[in-house]
């Protein structure tokens, strides 16, 4: 069941199986595959539990209760980077696009033999990652929900001739109100809180929401429960204690917060917790048009392009309320608000390269994650080629002029030419305004425990019976969006501890 926390202000005592800590695309499949294979689980989640139907549209209200950071987490270094990750029953899945991709075959076999990862192969993790899409309801974006701006990204990329598909997402019924980032308001996107939680809850496992784990308890070299706090809904601050004792600990924090919880049970990985951070460093163009394109109507992320792939680079179209993304628009004062008037005109396309640069996660003030990276000039580079990739698009498409977000450039672009300075000219980073929601690698996999935090089988090499599922275990970028990759990986694991456990 989902347990009400909010009026809990006594200390708890709980012992299960399997202790879970977080709830997001990751947690929620090893939760649901553990219960369901008879084993007690309990699921600690940090965030409240979210509805559509108590949710806000408004975005600033909405990342204040259920991002985390308050939605203004950065990566810093030499350049900035936004990463915003969720901290509500279902994780990121609540307020990313929906988009379900696999680890292409290629990166996972450059895994499975620079990181000598043993028993997993590519037809292994196919099979996994059928499965749990079919759960899902993964299907191409339909027709009728893809509205004006994606359909816009599709016409330009057909008069190019470049590589054009609707983007496969888990959604059902999507009446395309493009409000992903602030959790669906029709609630037809397939997120965890609508499917393996309740899956797991019916199963028989306990979900505790506003239970932020505080560190992992081990004895003689295995885990053997986690310490947590109970929140107040309104401060977030500790009002109450939750001990469970359990068999195994599965850690599905995050790629900020996972190595942070391995720091503070004194687990360091050979001084790899932590380390190792890279990720999809993201771009975008705005196209402005003549006619209306009211992106608030149409799936959030509806179409997409693999033209670049072989490049380590992927198109999609984008679409975010302008309080999130009016930031973009030139001008100041007056000028700014007639360009603001103008934008439901706007169409947006996104890029993210792979990402070869590599950083750091700390704890820092407050307790929260320090994160740092310095973005290297081949990925400042990759972003180039994809912007200049989003602005012939959104031209082809019939934008009258479009803004590439890109200093050194010119920041308004009148024809499609003007866009060949992306490439003859080099901009350092901090050219760009990147994005880094697609994080990785913080426990990295590997056979060695010298060059790596967990094995083949996500338990840390360190510590017996502690589990990592999520993206921080990934040893590089995997070009695609990540989710159904860490739901196909998460559920191999989860069968290896019930196997162990049963």
């Known amino acids: 069941m989902i347990h009400k926390t909010e009026d ?9 199986d399997v202790c879970v800590i977080g709830s997001g695309p990751g947690g929620a499949v090893v939760a649901k595959e553990l219960a369901e294979s008879g084993l007690s689980v309990v699921v600690l989640e940090s965030g409240p539990q979210l509805t559509h139907r108590i949710s806000t549209r408004d975005p600033g209200a909405f990342f204040s209760k259920y991002m985390q950071q308050g939605g203004l987490r950065a990566l810093l270094g030499n350049t900035f980077l936004a990463s915003m990750q969720a901290e509500v029953i279902g994780g990121t899945s609540e307020v990313n696009s ?8 290629k990166i996972l076999k450059e895994w499975i033999e ?40 599709k016409l330009g990329l057909e008069r190019l001739g470049w590589d054009s598909h609707p983007l496969h997402r888990a959604v059902r019924n999507c009446e395309g109100a493009s409000d992903c ?3 669906c308001p029709s609630g037809a996107k397939r997120t965890m809180s609508v499917t393996f939680i309740p899956r797991a809850s019916e199963a028989g496992a306990d979900i505790y929401p506003l239970c932020r784990a505080r560190y992992i308890l081990r004895e003689g070299g295995r885990a053997v429960g986690v310490r947590a706090d109970f929140l107040d809904p309104e401060t977030r601050q500790p009002r109450a204690e939750m001990t469970v004792y359990a068999k195994a600990v599965v850690l599905s924090a995050g790629v900020m917060w996972s190595p942070i919880l391995l720091r503070r049970s004194g687990i360091k990985g050979n001084g790899w917790v932590g380390k190792n951070l890279c990720g999809h460093i993201g771009v975008a163009a705005f196209g402005l048009f003549d006619e209306k394109v009211d992106g608030w109507w149409g799936a959030s992320q509806g179409w997409g392009s693999n033209e670049f792939f072989h490049r380590g680079l992927v198109l999609e179209s984008l679409w975010s309320p302008p309080a999130v993304m ?23 396309m996104a890029t993210k390269p792979r990402g070869v640069s590599r950083g750091w996660v700390r704890e820092g003030l407050n307790s929260q994650p320090f994160c740092w990276m310095k973005v290297n000039q081949a990925d400042a580079d990759e972003a180039a080629l994809g912007l200049k990739a989003c602005v012939e698009t959104l031209f082809a498409g019939g934008a009258k002029r479009v803004l590439p977000g890109c200093y050194g450039a010119p920041w308004v672009m009148k024809e499609p030419s003007e866009s060949d300075i992306l490439l003859t000219k080099r901009f350092p980073p901090s050219s760009f305004e990147f994005v880094a929601n697609h994080v990785f690698g913080t426990c ?8 790596s935090v967990v094995d083949s089988w996500s338990e840390v090499h360190t510590c017996r019976d502690l589990f990592v599922c999520d993206s921080s275990i990934f040893p590089t970028g995997i070009v695609n969006n990540p989710q159904g990759s860490i739901m196909a990986f998460s559920r191999r694991t989860a069968h290896h501890i019930a196997e162990r456990y049963c």
């Open 8 to 16: 809990i202000t006594n200390d708890q005592i709980r012992t299960a």
């Open 98 to 105: 929906a988009i379900i991709k696999m680890i292409p075959n």
């Open 114 to 153: 620079e990181y000598e990862l043993s028993g997993i192969s590519v037809e292994e993790m196919r099979q996994h990652y059928e499965i749990v899409t079919a759960e899902l309801g993964v299907r191409p974006t339909e027709d009728e929900a893809q509205g004006p701006h994606n359909k816009l990204v």
């Open 181 to 183: 980032l602030t959790a």
């Open 326 to 348: 009016a930031t973009r628009l030139p001008g100041v004062g007056h000028e700014y608000l007639r360009e603001l008037k103008n934008f439901d005109h706007y169409a947006i």
């Open 444 to 451: 990295r996999m590997g056979s060695n425990p010298r060059t």
